[in-house]
């Protein structure tokens, strides 16, 4: 049995910026962190032909072009697998369409383990290239390229989108003691809405396509709050870095109008007055997990608790998408 883990992500500046819409025109900048909250996929032989599939549904085919799930029928047409005989099963620490990058992550987990399943080597760039090929050239999807790029690294990691469509990736250089102070002071909160980025990440690229003034200026304007984060952050200025959020949240929601609603927009407050220097939500937006930088943690976690919301306490991962068993 092959068994490949690949973590979930958040996002600590520049989100947005990596969409091809955006950054083949105008090169893109966000730093990203793995966390240890991970997508699991599983690769064994079955005792039969045919290819069994395991996930929200249950799946058995007998060759790829009948296999229902996207990602999954474009990465078996990957590779050459002869008469299908083989069994994938996904597990995850946390639900899907809750902004924490599920998709990028289990992608790059079923393509590590198919690597592995054919018994070959694939560098963590090549692969975060092969899980982007297949959800945005293939499937289309209208999406960027961090989760996938940091599944595949991991670490707390600052991302150049080139015009090219290269990537360079680099880690975010801190000290111990200011990473650990960091991951110690960001507290991640579960709204209860779970939603698919699709339509909000829809809007955003056909209005960058169009050159829609509006919404190229906020993509400038979050590119630079990413940088100005990663200034803050390698300078162990972490409440100058909570304030930049706080900046970022206020930009984000300007950009689309399903990004919020007056639940979130009421939680958000109520964790400002609380304790929180800044926050944001997670992902595109419209639901998910909210996310705070807090100068009061006992503070505010007894106030998110009072409004219902549940506390997803978390670890950065730094090895990225890895084989744990074989």
Known sequence: MIIVRSPLRITLGGGGTDLPSYYREHEGFLIAAAIDKFIYVTVIKPFSPGIYLKYSKIEHVDNIDEVQHPIARESLKQFDIGVPQIEITTLADIPAGT???????????????????????IHPRELAEQ?????????GEPIGKQDQYIAAFGGITCFNFRRDDIVNAHPLALSDDVRHELEDNLLLFFTGFSR??????????????????????????????????????????????????????????KRSGGMSNPQIDGWYNRAMANG?????LIGAGGGGFLMFYAEDKARLRRTMHEAGLTEVRFHFDFEGTKVIAQ
């Open 99 to 121: 902004g924490l990058g599920s998709s990028g992550s289990f992608t790059t987990a079923l393509l590590r383990a198919l690597h592995a399943h054919s018994r070959s080597l």
């Open 131 to 139: 899980a982007c090929h297949i959800e945005i050239d293939l499937l």
């Open 196 to 253: 698919s980025a699709s339509s909000i990440l829809l809007d955003q690229k056909s209005r960058t396509q169009t050159n829609d003034a509006a919404m190229i200026e906020n993509l400038h304007y979050v590119k630079d709050l990413g940088q100005r984060s990663k200034t803050a952050l390698e300078s162990g200025r972490l409440l100058d870095f909570g304030k930049l959020m706080h900046e970022h949240w206020e930009v984000k929601r």
């Open 276 to 280: 929180a220097v800044g926050g944001k």
